[in-house]
C-alpha cells in the first residue's frame, strides 16, 4: 500500500465546530489521513493561504426528486440538486424518502434510491416521511429500516396527503423512543389552515401573498406547543423543523428552559424573505408565487428573531428545505399551465445552493461566529442524523470533505449563476461576502475557482445512518 498523499492542502486556516488552528491537511484514500506543519508532497497539492478550510456542509433538510402528487414535479433530481449542493459548499445531503398513504415505507425507501443511484454527485443518507403509520409500519417497518440506517423520519401536523393525526403522532413518536431514532416535526395546526383558506378564497382573496394569511404565526405557535406537549408525555426528543418566527421560538425556549430535549431548525427564506415577496398588499400579480413556502416568510421583526435565536443556541441545525418547484412550468409553480388560487401553488423555495453563503454573510455582519456558522451547517447536522465523525468536522479519520471559503469575496446572488435546474432563486439580487470557492467531497475536487468540475454522476455515496447524537 503506498503511504503517499493523495492530496496536501496547504497552509489552511482550519475552522471546525470548537476550534481554529492553521496546518497542512493530507487526504490519503478519501479520508483525512494527517493534519500537519511541513508535510510531505502529494499527488495533488492546492495551497489554501488566505482562504478558510470549512468541513463540508451537511445538509438536513431538502427535497430532492420526491414524489408529488397532482401533476407537481420537482425540478432537481439528485444530480442537479446534489451538483447545486456541493456548488454551494455542501458535500451531504440528507432528502426525504415519502411513504405514501396507504403505501409502505419500504416501498418508499426501494424507490428513492432507485432515484439516487447513478445520479448523485454528493453524498446522502435519507430521512424517512411517515405519513400512513398503519400497525404494521409501527411495529415492523420502521424499527426494520432504523436499524438499516435510516433513523430520522419527518411527521406533518398539515397537508391533507401528508398530515397526521395528534394519536397516530404519539403512536410515531413512541416508536422513535423505542428504537432511539429522531422525529422531525412540521408544526402548523392543519384545521386552522383549511378554515382560514376557504374564508379567504370564499372572499376572491386568492392571489399568492394570502398564503401568509391562511398561515399565521399563531397557526405555527399552536402546533409547535402540541408538539412538545407530545413530546413530554412520551418523554422523547423532537426536532422541530423550518421554525419561521418568534412566536413558534418562545415555545421551543420554553421547552427547552424546562429541560424540554426539543430542537429546533430553521432556513435561510426564514432569515432573508418577508411576506412582502407573497405580494405587497393591493398586488394581485402572480410573481410573489416564487416565495410561497410553508411556514411562510413573515417580516423584519420576525428575521430579527431568527437570527438572534441562531446566536442565542435556542436552534441546532440550519437547513435549506430546498423545494425545488420551478415557476414558469406547469408541474410548477404555474401547475396547469396557468396561475393558481394561493392554496394549490406547490409549497417551498429552492435553496441548496445558497444556503452556506447567505449564512456565512452573517459573520461579517456580527450576527453568529465562524464557530457557530460550522456548528450550524455541518457539526450538528452530521451528529443529529448519526453522520459524525465521518462528517461534520475536520479530523484525522474523517472523510476529506473540505470546503475552501474565501471570506472576502462578495458576490451578488443571480439564478443564470446557479446550477440547480430551477427557473429562479428567491434571492436574485442579494449580495453577500464569503463564498466556497474550492469544494472537495472525500478528497476528490468537485469545485475548483468557483468551477463546476464536472464529476460522474453516481458518485455520491448513500450513507446508512447511525443513532441520532443531541448534543
Ligand atoms: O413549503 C415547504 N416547506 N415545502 C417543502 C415541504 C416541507 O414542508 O418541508
Ligand atoms: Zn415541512
Ligand atoms: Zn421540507
Not at 148 to 177: C, H, I, N, P, W
Not at 304 to 321: M, Q
Amino acid at each position: 500500500m503506498s503511504t503517499e498523499l493523495d492530496l496536501v492542502i496547504r497552509n489552511a486556516d482550519v475552522v471546525t465546530a470548537s476550534d481554529r488552528f492553521t496546518c497542512d491537511i493530507g487526504v490519503r484514500d478519501g479520508r483525512i489521513a494527517v493534519l500537519g506543519h511541513g508535510l510531505p508532497r502529494g499527488a495533488r497539492e492546492m495551497d489554501a493561504t488566505g482562504l478558510l478550510a470549512l468541513p463540508g456542509g451537511v445538509d438536513g433538510h431538502c427535497h430532492l426528486d420526491q414524489p408529488m402528487p397532482d401533476g407537481m414535479r420537482m425540478a432537481d433530481d439528485f444530480f442537479t440538486g446534489t451538483r447545486a449542493a456541493i456548488c454551494g459548499g455542501t458535500t451531504t445531503v440528507i432528502p426525504f424518502a415519502a411513504q405514501e398513504k396507504g403505501g409502505s415505507l419500504e416501498a418508499a425507501v426501494a424507490d428513492y434510491h432507485r432515484r439516487a443511484e447513478g445520479r448523485a454527485v454528493a453524498d446522502y443518507g435519507f430521512h424517512l416521511i411517515v405519513a400512513d403509520p398503519t400497525p404494521h409500519v409501527l411495529k415492523y417497518e420502521l424499527p426494520e429500516l432504523i436499524r438499516q440506517g435510516y433513523t430520522s423520519f419527518k411527521v406533518y401536523m398539515t397537508y391533507d396527503d401528508l398530515k397526521l393525526s395528534d394519536r397516530e403522532m404519539l403512536d410515531v413518536l413512541d416508536v422513535a423512543k423505542q428504537n432511539n431514532a429522531l422525529v422531525m416535526v412540521h408544526a402548523e395546526n392543519a384545521d386552522c389552515i383549511s378554515w382560514l383558506t376557504e374564508k379567504l378564497v370564499g372572499e376572491g382573496r386568492i392571489s399568492p401573498r394570502f398564503h401568509g394569511l391562511s398561515r399565521p404565526a399563531a397557526v405555527e405557535r399552536e402546533a409547535t406547543h402540541r408538539a412538545i406537549t407530545f413530546a413530554e408525555l412520551v418523554d422523547v426528543p423532537i426536532l422541530i423543523v423550518h421554525v419561521s418566527g418568534k412566536e413558534a421560538i418562545e415555545q421551543i425556549r420554553w421547552a427547552q428552559s424546562r429541560g424540554l430535549q426539543i430542537l429546533a431548525e430553521t432556513c435561510p427564506q426564514y432569515l432573508y424573505l418577508t411576506a412582502e415577496d407573497m405580494g405587497l398588499q393591493g398586488d394581485d400579480g402572480y410573481e410573489g408565487a416564487k416565495c410561497v413556502c410553508s411556514p411562510p416568510p413573515r417580516d423584519p421583526e420576525n428575521q430579527a428573531a431568527v437570527w438572534r435565536a441562531l446566536a442565542g443556541g435556542v436552534f441546532s441545525v440550519f437547513s435549506s428545505d430546498h423545494a425545488p418547484f420551478n415557476y414558469d412550468d406547469p408541474e410548477g409553480k404555474k401547475l396547469g399551465g396557468q396561475a393558481q388560487p394561493f392554496d394549490h401553488i406547490p409549497n417551498g423555495v429552492p435553496g441548496i445552493e445558497t444556503r452556506l453563503p447567505l449564512l456565512f454573510d452573517g459573520i461579517a455582519r456580527g450576527k453568529l461566529s465562524l464557530h457557530q456558522f460550522v456548528e450550524l451547517t455541518s457539526y450538528r447536522p452530521a451528529r443529529l442524523y448519526g453522520l459524525y465523525p465521518r462528517k461534520g468536522t475536520i479530523a484525522v479519520g474523517a472523510d476529506a470533505d473540505i470546503t475552501l471559503w474565501d471570506p472576502e469575496r462578495r458576490v451578488r446572488i443571480t439564478n443564470d449563476a446557479l446550477h440547480h435546474a430551477v427557473d429562479y432563486t428567491p434571492y436574485e439580487g442579494i449580495e453577500v461576502t464569503g463564498w466556497p470557492v474550492h469544494c472537495f467531497s472525500r478528497g476528490e475536487m468537485l469545485v475548483e475557482n468557483g468551477k463546476y468540475l464536472e464529476p460522474a454522476p453516481g458518485r455520491g455515496q448513500f450513507l446508512p445512518a447511525g443513532a441520532p447524537s443531541l448534543v
